[in-house]
């Protein structure tokens, strides 16, 4: 399954299936990107983070995209799980900055 | 996650009352930052404190709105005179540094004015 990001707020995926979670990000200086993941009644959980001067980053089930040109950030999630089901949200900002740009959130929910 | 605590989880408050949000920082961090997050929203920055000093408050109401980190105990975001359009969920964040990324959140205060 595959979101829009702020058109498309809501991502419905089969369990076991992958998952594509967009977001478009509006200022140009930053250089530094994150996708954190929020669960109900809870706060923004780290998932994976990037850097500027890279495209591409991996981690356990988990991938980040970054097209710099089109100022375009993707979450991939392998093999989804229940308990991935959350709301997504990707921040920016500049390396170093304390101020977090955050997205509007997309909520993934995770189908049996 | 669990390192930031924050209290009360849940804050009701009438209009005109005071609210009081407390966080303790992870051990060892002296860098607090608040954010504010409304229903169906992403947070967006209030304020960044060092021990005793505020760094950057640019995203705090004026009018209301104070925060505080003091030498001893957590810090305290305070909205005087709340109103309805105050109720959201509030969370901090620390660091050992400035500028120490990513940021880790705690589970945030969620204040309701009725």
């Known amino acids: 399954g595959e979101s829009v990001g702020l058109h498309l707020p809501t991502l419905s995926v089969q369990e076991g299936d992958n998952s594509i979670i967009n977001c478009a990000y509006s200022n140009s200086a930053s250089d530094y990107f994150i996708w954190y993941k929020q669960e109900s009644g809870k706060g923004p959980q780290f998932i994976i983070d990037?850097?500027?001067?890279?495209d591409k980053r991996q981690g356990q089930r988990v991938t980040v995209l970054l097209n710099k040109t089109v100022k375009h950030l993707s979450l991939q999630i392998a093999a989804t799980q229940p308990g991935d089901s959350a709301v997504y949200f990707c921040a920016e900002n500049n390396f170093g900055n304390e101020k977090l740009t955050f997205g509007t959130g997309t909520r993934l929910t995770i189908i049996p | 996650n669990a390192g930031v605590m924050q209290n009360p989880r849940h804050l009701v408050r009438r209009r005109g009352q005071e609210a009081r949000l407390r966080c303790s920082p992870m051990k060892g961090h002296s860098h607090v930052y608040w954010y504010r997050q409304l229903p169906e929203e992403g947070l967006k920055f209030m304020v960044y404190?060092?021990?005793?000093?505020?760094?950057?408050e640019s995203g705090m109401p004026k009018e209301r709105f104070s925060a505080e980190f003091p030498k001893e105990g957590p810090s305290i975001l305070r909205i005087q005179q709340v109103v309805r359009g105050d109720s959201a969920a509030y969370f901090c964040?620390?660091?050992?540094?400035?500028?120490?990324?990513?940021?880790?959140f705690g589970n945030g205060t969620r204040l309701t004015v009725t």
């Open positions: 964040a620390s660091s050992y540094r400035q500028g120490d990324s990513p940021l880790h």
């Open positions: 404190l060092q021990k005793e000093n505020i760094i950057d």
């Open positions: 990037i850097r500027s001067n890279m």
